[in-house]
């Protein structure tokens, strides 16, 4: 299984900068989970293979890109494009975001081969497959309706946390799940941001350090999804734990797991 997390965020010469302002995983070239970067930092192959999109939630740095995306396929999509979400998440983006004022309802477009989205409902807990992989989407502890997700192609399987703080379906989930290849997990802010953290529903390298404990990884646990602002002092208290297995992902490199 091939993962690369996009990149979001350029520097002034033009090449890709570590800091992570949006979220959008690519798995095998052809699926992405959340699209926060998602029309912006594809490469031609992805953006021509990419017809599956798995939604987190629905906070704008994870689905930013998806209303451009559509956008730019909208005349030569030969087939709608599948976004898989929950129907909280679906219901927000409708609301929210394709309302003709943020934004074209795409849903009540069509191009001359029919409609361009198409919304793939997913129950937190019951497994679906997409674009070759198997999808087991998990109910983690953000502020919003938000899923990580479990995903196994018969080789591999990785799990990712989404944004969260303090979870126990989620490893409860991949505990039954059998053996984890890799783990992403998130940690948006430093340890002295704890009070933002557990309002917005966060973790710290303290709290994250703690989660681990429940799970006591003896494979690779890759840290996503860090607030770029805060992107050392996170590095550096996560290194001082000295967390077993414990590694940065890095972005735009693309791993083989
Ligand atoms: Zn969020």
Redesign the pocket.
């Known amino acids: 299984m091939r993962l690369q997390l996009l990149p979001s965020t350029i520097e002034t010469n033009g090449s890709a900068r570590q800091g992570q302002h949006f979220t959008c995983f690519v798995i095998n070239d052809n699926i992405a989970f959340d699209a926060g970067s998602l029309a912006t930092s594809v490469t031609d192959v992805q953006r021509d293979n990419i017809r599956d999109i798995v939604l987190s ?1 629905a ?1 704008l ?2 689905v930013a890109g998806l209303p451009l995306f559509i956008d730019d396929l909208f005349a030569t999509l030969t087939a709608p494009v599948r976004v898989h979400a929950s129907a909280e998440v679906a219901a927000i983006l409708e609301r929210d975001i394709f309302n003709w004022s943020i934004y074209p309802r795409f849903s009540e477009l069509n191009n001359e081969n029919g409609p361009v989205i198409e919304y793939c409902i997913f129950e937190d807990g019951v497994r679906f497959r997409a674009a070759g992989v198997e999808i087991t989407p998990v109910r983690v502890n ?3 309706p ?1 899923s990580g997700f479990i995903i196994e192609d018969g080789s591999t399987r990785i799990a990712m946390s989404g ?1 969260t703080a303090e979870m126990d379906d989620f490893w409860r989930a991949i505990g039954e799940a059998g053996e984890i290849d890799a783990l992403l997990i998130e940690c948006a802010f430093p340890n002295e941001l704890g009070g933002l953290a557990n309002a917005s529903y966060h973790l710290t390298p303290e709290r994250l350090h703690s989660e681990l404990e429940k799970y006591r990884p003896d494979r690779p646990v890759y840290i996503i999804n860090m607030k770029p602002a805060y992107r050392d002092r996170i590095i550096e208290q996560i290194e001082s734990n000295r967390t077993a297995n414990v590694e940065i992902l890095e972005v735009g490199r693309v791993y083989e797991f």
């Open positions: 939630h906070h740095d994870h953000h502020k919003v938000t944004d």
